[in-house]
């Protein structure tokens, strides 16, 4: 009884995580693509003004 109970627990925890994370990558992909556009755009301006 104890077993079945342990495993009901941890499937659902696996369960839950594996909402969070697609959540997670949901909401946070778009920040992460705009700080690295932002990191290249800096990044290409600073060179740029750099050479000239």
Known sequence: ????????????IIGS???VN???????LPIIG???AAFIMGFYIY??????
């Not at 697609?22 to 946070?28: A, E, S, V």
């Open 22 to 28: 697609k959540d997670f990558l949901f909401h946070f």
């Open 47 to 52: 060179n740029t003004r750099g050479a000239s």
């Open 17 to 19: 995580a594996g909402v």
């Open 34 to 36: 705009g700080i690295l």
């Open 1 to 12: 009884m104890s077993n079945t109970g342990k495993m009901g627990r941890s499937s659902a």
